[in-house]
């Protein structure tokens, strides 16, 4: 029996074939045109270094659309190394996932407001189970599956990249909410007074995401004409989070107040889960955890201060196990448990 994953995010589509076990028989990664960009009728892919799909005339919401069913179709056509063939298919998508209706809102992919992924997928798939579910869900699926989270009934990872989110496993169950939204914590409100710029992401995400560290950045470049340091020597409108932690390991002083900062926000937000769930494990992860792993003892720290100190002790913070493998793991995981639960 095989089970095929597959991780939608803003640059690329990553699918891969697992074993029940969870080991991986094969796997391709697609890269994506900029999908946010002004010509979303333009979608180039690639896998392997060569063309799947060139230019096309349709909106990106159906371009994306195809290329999934088309991924879905080309590995359900393929026997496997082992001569299985894929018995179920998750998908981990970048936004959020209402169940009932089998649609998905996701804010980087222009039309995805209300798109029926659902029942584009099951149209090619050949009547197997589909489950689809969000990124932040999925992460926290694939470190309980194979990650840091192994053994953990209740555990959140917390990602922090473009953007932030957290998937939070409470009880052995995916907390969902009442509109399936639970878990979009760049929304926190961990500062005062409210400022017009959380209104499009949230207080936490406009301070402590990939896009908030280049942001706070180039504020305080801007405040501070008196800085000297690398981040000096680019134009304030190209400085990206990668920017900022290549200066702060120079001992730039506008990247160490940065992510002097962000080490406070991350520790007050890991303080709040903490006390609101009392879980076992928190994973860093995202794309930021990368080069902030190397910060989670100081977040650490920082966390105890706020929290409910018995739970604070009890907790362990980790890095995220899988990095960006941690969606197409989740996404193998509910393909799993879907051909379990209808056996």
Same mark, same amino acid.
């Given at each position: 029996?095989?089970?095929?994953?597959?991780?939608?995010?803003?640059?690329?589509?990553?699918?891969?074939?697992?074993?029940?076990?969870?080991?991986?028989?094969?796997?391709?990664?697609?890269?994506?045109?900029?999908?946010?960009?002004? #010509?979303?009728?333009?979608?180039?892919?690639?896998?392997?270094?060569?063309?799947?799909?060139?230019?096309?005339?349709?909106?990106?919401?159906?371009?994306?659309?195809?290329?999934?069913?088309?991924?879905?179709?080309?590995?359900?056509?393929?026997?496997?190394?082992?001569?299985?063939?894929?018995?179920?298919?998750?998908?981990?998508?970048?936004?959020?996932?209402?169940?009932?209706?089998?649609?998905?809102?996701?804010?980087?992919?222009?039309?995805?407001?209300?798109?029926?992924?659902?029942?584009?997928?099951?149209?090619?798939?050949?009547?197997?189970?589909?489950?689809?579910?969000?990124?932040?869900?999925?992460?926290?699926?694939?470190?309980?599956?194979?990650?840091?989270?192994?053994?953990?009934?209740?555990?959140?990872?917390?990602?922090?990249?473009?953007?932030?989110?957290?998937?939070?496993?409470?009880?052995?169950?995916?907390?969902?909410?009442?509109?399936?939204?639970?878990?979009?914590?760049?929304?926190?409100?961990?500062?005062?007074?409210?400022?017009?710029?959380?209104?499009?992401?949230?207080?936490?995400?406009?301070?402590?995401?990939?896009?908030?560290?280049?942001?706070?950045?180039?504020?305080?470049?801007?405040?501070?004409?008196?800085?000297?340091?690398?981040?000096?020597?680019?134009?304030?409108?190209?400085?990206?989070?990668?920017?900022?932690? #290549?200066?702060?390991?120079?001992?730039?002083?506008?990247?160490?107040?940065?992510?002097?900062?962000?080490?406070?926000?991350?520790?007050?937000?890991?303080?709040?889960?903490?006390?609101?769930?009392?879980?076992?494990?928190?994973?860093?992860?995202?794309?930021?955890?990368?080069?902030?792993?190397?910060?989670?003892?100081?977040?650490?720290?920082?966390?105890?201060?706020?929290?409910?100190?018995?739970?604070?002790?009890?907790?362990?913070?980790?890095?995220?196990?899988?990095?960006?493998?941690?969606?197409?793991?989740?996404?193998?995981?509910?393909?799993?448990?879907?051909?379990?639960?209808?056996?």
């Amino acid at each position: 029996m095989a089970l095929l994953g597959i991780d939608i995010g803003g640059t690329k589509l990553a699918a891969a074939v697992f074993t029940e076990g969870g080991e991986i028989i094969s796997r391709e990664v697609i890269l994506l045109g900029d999908l946010r960009g002004k #010509d979303p009728g333009s979608l180039v892919t690639k896998t392997a270094g060569k063309p799947v799909t060139g230019a096309v005339e349709k909106p990106a919401a159906d371009n994306v659309g195809k290329l999934i069913a088309d991924t879905v179709r080309e590995f359900l056509s393929r026997e496997q190394p082992d001569g299985s063939r894929i018995r179920s298919i998750g998908i981990s998508v970048p936004g959020i996932y209402r169940i009932k209706e089998g649609t998905v809102w996701a804010p980087n992919i222009p039309g995805w407001d209300n798109y029926p992924l659902l029942q584009e997928v099951q149209a090619v798939c050949a009547g197997l189970p589909v489950t689809i579910d969000s990124d932040r869900a999925c992460y926290i699926l694939g470190e309980m599956w194979k990650g840091n989270a192994r053994g953990c009934s209740n555990a959140i990872f917390l990602s922090v990249g473009t953007g932030i989110g957290a998937g939070i496993l409470a009880d052995g169950r995916i907390l969902r909410g009442a509109n399936d939204i639970a878990g979009a914590i760049g929304w926190l409100a961990l500062s005062k007074p409210f400022r017009d710029e959380y209104v499009s992401c949230g207080c936490f995400e406009h301070h402590a995401s990939g896009e908030g560290i280049a942001k706070i950045a180039r504020e305080y470049l801007a405040a501070g004409p008196e800085y000297a340091g690398t981040l000096r020597n680019k134009p304030a409108g190209e400085i990206t989070s990668h920017d900022v932690f #290549d200066a702060y390991s120079k001992g730039d002083p506008v990247a160490a107040r940065v992510l002097q900062q962000c080490v406070e926000y991350w520790g007050m937000a890991v303080a709040n889960l903490i006390s609101l769930f009392n879980p076992e494990k928190i994973i860093m992860g995202g794309g930021v955890f990368g080069p902030a792993a190397s910060l989670i003892p100081e977040i650490t720290k920082e966390a105890a201060r706020w929290a409910q100190p018995i739970s604070s002790r009890l907790v362990s913070i980790e890095g995220s196990a899988l990095g960006g493998d941690a969606g197409v793991y989740g996404a193998g995981w509910m393909a799993r448990e879907k051909l379990g639960r209808e056996a």
